[in-house]
C-alpha cells in the first residue's frame, strides 16, 4: 500500500476539495473501471482540479492481489490557497488504499429493511451527481440509526423529492417500467446505475416518497454491494411505510450482479 | 509546528467529518478566544463527534510567538468506520498550524468591491452555522471570480436569500438598523458578528438582494480580516447594482476593529 499521509495543508482536507472513487477489484482486475474513471474525470473537471493523466491509475487494479478487494483512490486539490481560494497553479494530489472485501450475500437473496431519514440533502446542482470529499450529509444521516437490522437510509432532498441511500441508489418498477431518482440536484450517479442504465430502460423522475411506496419492487445498488432488493421500508420513527414480497426470480438484480461478476461466484 | 501529516484514513479528508477555527493571535494572545472554542464546541455536538477536552488547545496561542498570526485548528473524527458510518468509539484527531498574518489595511479604509455569485448555497440547517471541513460550496464560489479587484463574493441560498460571503459574514444598516442575514439553513455563524451582537444590537432577518441594496452602508466582517465596509456591489457579470458612499466616521468598523485590537494598533 502506497504511503498514504497527507499534510495538514491538503485541500481534501481542509475543505472537502476533491474526488474519490471505490472500486470492486476481483483477482487484480477491475469492475466498472471505464465507469469509475468517467465519473472521476467528471468530478476533476466539474470542481476545475488541474488535469491529471489518468493512465496513472491503470496499473492499480493489479497491485490488488488474489481475491476480493475494494481500491478507493482519492484525488485532491493538492496543497495550499488563500483560504478557499485554490492556489495557481495547483498540484493535485492522489492516495489509494486497498481493503479486502465480502458482499453481504444473504441480503442480495433475502432483501433489506430501509428507513427514510429525517435529514434532508440540500440541493446543489454544482455538486449533484459526482462523487466529492464533502459527505457530511451522508455522515449525519447514517448517524440517524443504529440497528443492524436497518441497512440502509433513504434520503429526500430539501423539497422531499426522493434521490439516493446514504451510499446507495435506487431504482424501482412501477407499471412495468424501472425508474430511478433524477440525481441533477443532489446525490451521487453511481456507476452500477450508470452500467445499468446502458442496457435497459431506467426512467430518471423526479418524485415524492408516494411514488416509491407504489412500486411493484425496489432495489438499492451500487457498484461494490451489488443490488439489495428492498423487502420493508420504515419512516424515521421506525413505523412500517410498505413492504415488498420478494420475487423469486430477480431479473434486475440478475443483471445488476452479472455486471460484477457476482452471478458467476455465487449461482445467483 | 506540530507534525502535520494525517493518515488517508482519516475521515476529515474521506467526508468533511469535522470542524475547524482559524483564530487571530497577536503576541501569543488569541482574539475571541471564548467564542472560537464556543463555536467549536458546538460543532463537536452537532456533528456529535467523540467529546474532547477543549482545555488541550489552551495552550497553542502561546506557541504562537510574537507579532500577528492565524493559529489553525482542526478536529477531525478520526480514522475508519464502514463507509459513512462513524466507527464506534471514534477517536478524534486534532491538528493545528501557525501562520504569519498582516491584514489589508487599506480595506478598512478604502472600502472593498464584491461581486453576486452565481452558486446558490444548499439548504441543510442540520449544518448550519458551524464551521465544519466540507466547504466544497465556498471553494466552487471563490473560484468564480479571479480579478483581484473584487475583495469578495455574496452568497444566497437555492431560494435567493442572503447568507453571507464566501469566507465573511454580512452586515447592513438599514433605517438606523443594523441587520445580518439569518444562518439557520446555511452559512457560519461567524465569532466576530456573535461579539458584535453582544453589544449592538443586530437584527437577523432572512431576505433577499433588494434588502441590501436598500441599505445606508454595509460591511463584510471576520475574525481575522476584521470588517471592510462594501463600496461596490456588482452582479455576477459584472454590472454595478449599487454604490455605497463611505463615511468619514464608522462606528460600527471601529467596534469590530476593538474587538480584534486592530483599533488600538492602527489609530483606527
Known amino acids: 500500500m502506497r504511503d498514504t499521509a497527507l499534510p495538514m495543508d491538503d485541500r481534501g482536507l481542509a475543505y472537502g476539495d476533491g474526488v474519490f472513487e471505490t472500486i470492486l477489484v476481483r483477482d487484480g482486475r477491475p469492475l466498472l473501471w471505464k465507469l469509475h474513471m468517467a465519473r472521476l ?62 458482499p453481504i450475500a444473504e441480503r442480495w437473496f433475502e432483501g433489506v429493511n430501509v428507513r427514510c431519514c429525517e435529514l434532508r440533502l440540500g440541493r446543489q446542482p454544482r455538486l449533484a451527481g459526482i462523487k466529492h470529499l464533502a459527505r457530511l450529509e451522508n455522515v449525519l444521516a447514517r448517524q440517524e440509526w443504529q440497528d ?38 443532489c446525490g451521487v450517479d453511481g456507476t452500477l446505475l450508470s452500467a445499468l442504465e446502458a442496457i435497459v430502460d431506467i426512467d430518471r ?20 454491494q451489488g443490488a439489495w432488493p428492498i423487502r420493508r421500508l420504515d419512516d424515521s420513527a421506525g413505523n412500517c411505510l410498505r413492504q415488498w414480497r420478494l420475487a423469486t426470480s430477480d431479473t434486475f438484480r440478475q443483471a445488476a450482479h452479472e455486471q460484477l461478476g457476482y452471478s458467476l461466484n455465487l449461482g445467483d
Chains 1, 2 share one sequence.
Open 205 to 224: 423522475v423526479r418524485v415524492g416518497i408516494d411514488t416509491l411506496l407504489a412500486a411493484d419492487a425496489a432495489w438499492l445498488i451500487n457498484s461494490v
Open 41 to 102: 474525470q467528471a468530478g476533476i473537471e466539474r470542481l476545475a482540479l488541474p488535469r491529471l493523466d489518468l493512465a496513472a491509475f491503470e496499473a492499480l487494479p493489479a497491485q490488488c492481489g488474489p481475491g476480493l478487494k475494494v481500491l478507493k483512490l482519492i484525488v485532491t486539490r493538492g496543497s495550499g490557497g488563500r483560504g478557499y481560494r485554490p492556489p495557481e497553479p495547483a498540484e493535485p494530489r492522489w492516495r489509494w488504499t486497498i481493503s479486502a472485501f465480502q
Open 148 to 185: 443492524d437490522a436497518i441497512a440502509e437510509g433513504l434520503l429526500l432532498d430539501s423539497e422531499d423529492c426522493l434521490v439516493e441511500a446514504t451510499a446507495m441508489n435506487l431504482v424501482w418498477r412501477r407499471e412495468g417500467r424501472l425508474e430511478t431518482p433524477l440525481l441533477d440536484r
